[in-house]
């Protein structure tokens, strides 16, 4: 569905996007996860035809997304700094959205009054952060997109409308088919709705996988051994195992393999551990020891 390859793209000679390649399947929720300045909302940036390429190919279903309407009126954007007219109300904003999407819902619009009770003539400069947020999800979901692209989307929202929307998405998904590419910092939320995942880093995508593969090739294992233990150059130099990060609390040593729990266990079974137990990981740990381990792992700073 969504395909971008050498996608680069500089500002003032500092390159924002330096060769990034994506690929998110149709009907997939893909997150792109990222630290900040990594080129994320770049990226989306492109996808929206926003930004025209320096190098590279941005396409959606085959077709370049840069100045071609057929393929921008099937895609439909919340981007974390939402565009209104300044004097515009709910109303007004339905109307010029329904210029651009010729398959606008207006019986989704009466329908998704009910989940967001919001006032169709308040002026959108007057809401809450969080208010707009939602208009911009009613709107979003009334143009039908085969596309959604999302930055940060539920960022001020409460937890009761964060779960009604992703409740909705999930929704299109499963009976619309539509291709859900999302990009944000709550790592915990993605992990519930992803079905897969890209990690960006220096206008690069490190990896991409499904969720499922990438959780199934990252194995955390905590051990006790009777002596030292071994050390992570001596863990990981078996074909196919690497060690990401080793630390210690006592005598409980966790280790986090790229690799499968049965290599892992297989590689600490040959230093006789007293105690070895695989543990479940978070996308949050995939994403930091991914991108350097220790290195980018919080510090402990003494002021």
């Not at 997939?28 to 770049?42: D, F, H």
């Not at 937890?159 to 929307?165: G, I």
């Not at 905590?222 to 005598?251: C, N, W």
């Amino acid at each position: 569905m969504i395909e971008v390859k050498g996608l680069v793209k500089s500002f003032d000679g500092f390159r924002a996007l330096d060769g990034a390649e994506v690929n998110v399947p149709g009907g997939a929720i893909y997150g792109l996860v990222g630290p900040n300045g990594a080129g994320k909302t770049t990226l989306l940036r492109h996808l929206t035809g926003v930004y025209r390429q320096d190098e590279g190919t941005v396409r959606i279903d085959g077709q370049d997304v840069w100045e071609n309407p057929a393929v921008k009126m099937r895609v439909a954007s919340i981007p974390d700094d939402w565009f209104y007219f300044m004097q515009a109300n709910l109303r007004d904003m339905m109307r010029y959205l329904r210029g651009f999407y010729p398959q606008f819902s207006m019986e989704r619009y009466e329908k998704l009054k009910k989940v967001f009770e919001l006032s169709e003539t308040q002026a959108l400069r007057r809401m809450s952060k969080g208010m707009q947020k939602q208009a911009a999800f009613w709107l979003a979901m009334c143009c039908m997109p085969d596309c959604l692209i999302l930055d940060e989307p539920v960022d001020g929202l409460d937890p009761v409308m964060r779960r009604q929307v992703w409740g909705l998405i999930m929704q299109d998904v499963a009976e619309r088919g539509t291709t859900v590419l999302v990009s944000s910092h709550n790592l915990r939320e993605l992990e519930d709705v992803c079905d897969h995942v890209g990690i960006l880093n220096r206008g690069r995508v490190l990896l991409e996988r499904s969720l499922s593969e990438l959780q199934d090739n990252t194995v955390k294992m905590q051990t006790v051994f009777e002596g030292d233990a071994p050390t992570a150059e001596a863990l990981g130099a078996s074909e196919g195992l690497r060690v990401l990060h080793q630390s210690a609390v006592g005598r409980v040593h966790t280790i986090i393999f790229r690799g499968t729990q049965s290599e892992a266990e297989a590689r600490l079974a040959a230093y006789r551990p007293v105690f070895m137990e695989a543990v479940p990981l978070t996308l949050e740990e995939i994403f930091i020891y991914e991108l350097g381990g220790a290195d980018y792992a919080v510090k402990d700073i003494i002021l």
